[in-house]
């Protein structure tokens, strides 16, 4: 796969982003599709997960009532609402979805939430 990430930039606090993430080279609407983030210095985290059929979808807490993830298959992509950004927010942000055992990654959007 080539998972691309996109829609990352500078926002202020309070900010709003929507985030995509697609795969040129192969479908992954099949598959479960999640977003990570990685703050400097810090480890990749979980953020958010979705089913195939958008039917299931999970949060980490810290999140939760602020973020949404959906997905159109027809597209081919995942997509990431961001609302309420805080300053911890900040960070690399990543698509994934697993397949036959692998794991796919893009390269991230940066998202920076600064005054």
């Known amino acids: 796969g080539q998972l691309v990430e996109s829609g990352g930039g500078l926002v202020q606090p309070g900010g709003s982003l929507r985030l995509s993430c697609t795969d040129s080279?192969?479908?992954?609407?099949?598959?479960?599709a999640r977003w990570f983030r990685q703050a400097p210095g810090k480890e990749r985290e979980f953020v958010a997960h979705?089913?195939?059929?958008?039917?299931?979808?999970d949060y980490a807490d810290s999140v939760k009532g602020r973020f949404t993830i959906s997905r159109d298959n027809a597209k081919n992509t995942v997509y990431l609402q961001i609302n309420s950004l805080k300053s911890e927010d900040t960070g690399v942000y990543y698509c994934?979805?697993?397949?036959?055992?692998?794991?796919?990654w893009g390269r991230g959007t940066q998202v920076t939430v600064s005054s």
């Open positions: 979705i089913s195939p059929n958008s039917g299931v979808r």
């Open positions: 994934n979805y697993n397949h036959q055992g692998s794991a796919h």
């Open positions: 080279a192969f479908s992954f609407s099949m598959y479960d």
